[in-house]
């Protein structure tokens, strides 16, 4: 039987050329490989859920970053590969972020409620 894995994301670092929020990609990743996956966005991650990011014109060192990072399409095709995407509801409010300004399939979860969500899954990965 494959083990339920929760990918847990709570730093924002997409972008960052040593890990390109390694978190995101193995995400992206782990059902390939037959493990059912669920993303949690917590702490400053959940700016990742927010509708119409483009960081195709991030430059480092005077460099354009190429080919850019499409952190909402990144984020729709981790849910289009039947990823259940969650984010923290009191995270999203303490940075004034709006439930109708967040990606489609994002789902809301309360963090009186990560203890028993959390207990599901055989594994947490904590980015």
Not at 35 to 52: M, S, W
Not at 57 to 83: C, M, W, Y
Not at 88 to 109: A, N
Request: aromatic fraction near 8%.
């Amino acid at each position: 039987m494959a083990k339920k894995i929760l990918s847990v994301l709570a730093h924002t670092e997409y972008g960052n050329l040593e890990d390109s929020d390694i978190g995101l990609f193995a995400s992206a990743f782990a059902s390939v490989a037959g493990q059912p996956l669920t993303l949690l966005l917590r702490g400053d991650a959940v700016n990742y859920a927010v509708r119409g990011q483009d960081g195709t014109g991030i430059r480092i060192a005077g460099t354009l970053v190429q080919p850019g990072f499409l952190i909402e399409t990144d984020l729709k095709s981790v849910h289009q590969a039947n990823i259940p995407v969650y984010a923290v509801r009191e995270d999203l409010e303490e940075r004034g972020i709006k439930k109708d300004e967040l990606t489609e399939g994002v789902q809301l979860l309360s963090g009186k409620e990560m203890g028993k969500f959390v207990d599901q899954f055989d594994t947490v990965w904590n980015w």
